[in-house]
């Protein structure tokens, strides 16, 4: 069982580290848990600038609303 998940978490860090698109996770307050790497490459941000930031924060205000 314990192989079994650290195969899983290997395919995971991989889909993720390799992703084009951005894929994050916010707790139920909005801020941020974890980032993939695209996020540098996209919008200039190390995945660990991220962490406990605000969801609104990386949002452009004009774009809030919806």
């Known amino acids: 069982m314990a192989s079994l998940l ?3 978490k290997e395919k995971e860090n991989a889909i993720l580290g390799y992703a084009s698109d951005v894929i994050c996770t916010f707790d139920l307050s909005g801020k941020c848990m974890s980032m993939n790497p695209a996020s540098s490459r996209l919008w200039g941000y190390e995945p660990k600038e991220l962490l406990n930031t605000d969801i609104y924060s990386l949002i ?3 774009d809030r609303t919806r």
Do not use: Q
């Open 60 to 62: 452009v205000p004009a």
């Open 6 to 8: 650290e195969e899983a």
